[in-house]
T-cell receptor, first 112, second 110 residues
């Protein structure tokens, strides 16, 4: 039981490049989330999903897209990376509405 | 939408002393208030949580109190130990989304 797994864990991009972060959970959780963590700003919600095939915008969705084609996977895409997207990205899952969040190990992204 | 404030941003205590971190929230519909601990380079992990139908909850050296009228909740750590040094985040939710506070960096000095 691996819990929540994120890949890749580190990535360096040049401005304008695209990439996809993959989040996989093996706990059969319905809810999945993508957060970004910046110094002094806590965790800010980018997008979330309440079940397979659903996605919704969070607090800071601009510049990101997501997809949840399979219940266990939640993908975060950056179509044209910008230096402002340099951050640590955390995926989380939850079994229910308002239930405990289980976080992945994080993915550190640097955009030059 | 919900807004969560957290104070202090940094806190240093002597080993064995108590530490208190306070959070306020804005949305009266919020009904679940978890606290997460994040050690350096690690993922956030839940340490304690409280729901709106309870005023206080305790788990060994950690306790959380909730004042719904004033819209604030607090984390209390007693008999602090060096391994309590970390960043602590409070959060609030009324359903699907969690809104996090900016975090408190706790340092426990030997």
């Amino acid at each position: 039981n691996a819990g929540v797994t994120q890949t890749p864990k580190f990535r360096v991009l040049k401005t304008g490049q695209s990439m996809t972060l993959l989040c996989a959970q093996d706990m059969n959780h319905e809810y999945m989330y993508w957060y970004r963590q910046d110094p002094g700003m806590g965790l800010r919600l980018i997008h979330y999903s309440v079940g397979e095939g659903t996605t919704a915008k969070g607090e800071v969705p601009d510049g990101y897209n997501v997809s949840r084609l399979k219940k266990q996977n939640f993908l975060l895409g950056l179509e044209s990376a910008a230096p402002s997207q340099t951050s640590v990205y955390f995926c989380a899952s939850s079994p229910s509405r308002g239930g405990e969040l289980f976080f992945g190990e994080g993915s550190r992204l640097t955009v030059l | 939408g919900e807004n969560v404030e957290q104070h202090p941003s940094t806190l240093s205590v002597q080993e064995g002393d108590s530490a208190v971190i306070k959070c306020t929230y804005s949305d009266s519909a919020s009904n679940y208030f978890p606290w997460y601990k994040q050690e350096l380079g690690k993922r956030p992990q839940l340490i304690i949580d409280i729901r709106s139908n309870v005023g206080e909850k305790k788990d060994q050296r950690i306790a959380v109190t909730l004042n719904k009228t004033a819209k604030h909740f607090s984390l209390h750590i007693t008999e602090t130990q060096p391994e309590d040094s970390a960043v602590y985040f409070c959060a609030a939710t009324g359903g699907q989304n969690f809104v996090f506070g900016p975090g408190t960096r706790l340092s426990v000095l030997p």
